[in-house]
């Protein structure tokens, strides 16, 4: 579902089909696969984000959890910590992005269904996470967010726009709509370099 380059050459692509995580090395000429990280069967790994520790945080799709990975020594990734996206996710929602706040201490995690956006505390040095909040996201099937400075901003595919949420300083969590504009079914938001 997704593919990212850790490194100049070295990338990961993400399998929610198969509940898999690849690591491939020389991408550009010649890609090698040089791991596979299994997930439990069914939880649909769906995108990941680089935490500044090093760790890489994994939203799974249909399970809604968040996996943290970190490399050993030899540079082979492991699962060191997950944790529900949020308690009393009902059935049938499903996850979808994820992102970290600009500061880094938290991560949040849109899910379809219910319309919200989940809080995460980062801990651990990046190796951990614990559910902080569920607000709701200000659209109607969030596909796709990103923080902005002191906003997350928000693309909901099914209500046809894009909003900006504030983030509380204090707690992380995200409040109400501070913006709203029409998008024509928005899946992806990209940040400007």
Same mark, same amino acid.
């Given at each position: 579902?997704?593919?990212?380059?850790?490194?100049?050459?070295?990338?990961?692509?993400?399998?929610?089909?198969?509940?898999?995580?690849?690591?491939?090395?020389?991408?550009?000429?010649?890609?090698?696969?040089?791991?596979?990280?299994?997930?439990?069967?069914?939880?649909?790994?769906?995108?990941?984000?680089?935490?500044?520790?090093?760790?890489?945080?994994?939203?799974?799709?249909?399970?809604?959890?968040?996996?943290?990975?970190?490399?050993?020594?030899?540079?082979?990734?492991?699962?060191?910590?997950?944790? !529900?996206?949020? !308690?009393?996710?009902?059935?049938?929602?499903?996850?979808?992005?994820?992102?970290?706040?600009?500061? &880094?201490?938290?991560?949040?995690?849109?899910?379809? &269904?219910?319309?919200?956006?989940?809080?995460?505390?980062?801990?651990?040095?990046?190796?951990?996470?614990? !559910?902080?909040?569920?607000?709701?996201? &200000?659209?109607?099937?969030?596909?796709?967010?990103?923080?902005?400075?002191?906003?997350?901003?928000?693309?909901?595919?099914?209500?046809?726009?894009?909003?900006?949420?504030?983030?509380?300083?204090?707690?992380?969590?995200?409040?109400?709509?501070?913006?709203?504009?029409?998008?024509?079914?928005?899946?992806?938001?990209?940040?400007?370099?």
């Amino acid at each position: 579902h997704q593919a990212g380059f850790l490194r100049p050459g070295d990338a990961l692509t993400v399998d929610t089909g198969f509940d898999l995580v690849r690591a491939w090395h020389d991408v550009s000429e010649s890609p090698t696969l040089v791991q596979e990280i299994v997930l439990p069967r069914g939880t649909g790994p769906r995108h990941i984000v680089r935490h500044a520790s090093g760790s890489l945080f994994l939203v799974t799709e249909y399970s809604c959890e968040v996996y943290v990975l970190a490399q050993d020594a030899g540079g082979t990734w492991h699962i060191v910590s997950s944790t !529900p996206v949020a !308690p009393g996710i009902p059935d049938g929602d499903a996850a979808a992005g994820i992102t970290t706040s600009v500061r &880094g201490e938290f991560v949040y995690v849109g899910v379809r &269904g219910s319309n919200a956006i989940a809080t995460l505390r980062v801990g651990d040095g990046g190796r951990t996470l614990a !559910p902080v909040a569920l607000a709701d996201s &200000g659209v109607d099937w969030p596909r796709c967010h990103l923080t902005a400075g002191d906003d997350v901003l928000v693309a909901g595919q099914r209500s046809n726009d894009i909003v900006a949420l504030n983030i509380d300083d204090r707690t992380g969590v995200v409040g109400g709509v501070r913006a709203r504009t029409q998008a024509p079914s928005p899946t992806s938001l990209l940040p400007i370099a």
